[in-house]
């Protein structure tokens, strides 16, 4: 059963931390993607990557980070968290465009409250 | 850029009738996939149907059908015979065909059956 497993659920952090979400996925695909969901406003692509050290802005990449440093993980970095950044993080993974990449894996997600 | 639309934040459908979910593109790709994802209450995302921008024909899982008029750039979801599980919110996606190719989302679609 393909998977793809975020770290941590539900994280409370105080503003000015740096926060770490880390993302596994079991299924060897080299594309993965972070998003950022809020009401209203759906899924908002963060960064991406299309494979090992390899990564892309998304639309909404101020004040984030990533690492790829190997194909199966991909972390989100938070440098100095502030509250606006409170939302629920998702996770997704697939195989590059075309026949067989056509389905794309998400995490459960990662609820992040910054106080 | 590429940019998904979805009008209607919010449906009300009476059991057991059809549906339309609306959903409108914008891409300079010449190739693209769309998707349609469902995400329950529970928070999961659900993968429904997807269509290729080359494919000739509509693409149809189940009770569930996509619209796709390329001149118009629509990608509309249709719910036949609506369930009660199918109350949930939806979201419309688009990539290009590319391998560096990045997944957008629209803001989504809640919709509420009523028995």
């Known amino acids: 059963d393909v998977k793809v497993t975020q770290s941590s659920r539900y994280l409370v952090k105080r503003t000015g931390e740096k926060v770490f979400l880390e993302c596994v996925q079991d299924?060897?695909?080299?594309?993965m993607f972070w998003y950022r969901q809020d009401p209203g406003l759906g899924l908002r692509l963060i960064y991406f990557?299309?494979?090992?050290?390899?990564?892309e802005k998304g639309d909404i990449p101020e004040g984030y980070s990533v690492s790829r440093e190997k194909k199966e993980r991909f972390s989100l970095i938070l440098e100095s968290a502030s509250t606006n950044q409170t939302s629920m993080y998702l996770c997704?993974?697939?195989?590059?465009?075309?026949?067989?990449?056509?389905?794309?894996?998400f995490g459960e997600g990662s609820w992040l409250t910054v106080v | 850029a590429q940019k998904i639309t979805q009008t209607q934040p919010g449906m009300f459908v009476q059991e057991k009738e059809a549906v339309t979910l609306d959903c409108t593109y914008d891409?300079?790709?010449?190739?693209?996939?769309l998707f349609w994802y469902k995400q329950p209450s529970s928070g999961e995302m659900i993968f429904l149907i997807y269509?290729?921008?080359?494919?000739?024909q509509n693409a149809t899982e189940g009770r569930y059908s996509l619209n796709f008029q390329k001149a118009r750039k629509s990608a509309n979801l249709v719910i036949s015979a609506s369930q009660l599980g199918d109350s949930a919110m939806y979201f419309c996606?688009?990539?290009?065909?590319?391998?560096?190719?990045?997944?957008?989302f629209g803001s989504g679609t809640r919709l509420s059956i009523r028995p």
């Open positions: 891409t300079s790709d010449p190739s693209y996939g």
């Open positions: 299924m060897d695909h080299e594309n």
């Open positions: 997704a993974s697939s195989l590059p465009p075309g026949a067989s990449g056509n389905t794309i894996y």
């Open positions: 996606a688009m990539r290009g065909l590319s391998s560096a190719s990045k997944i957008i």
């Open positions: 269509q290729g921008s080359y494919d000739q």
């Open positions: 990557s299309y494979d090992v050290k390899m990564k």
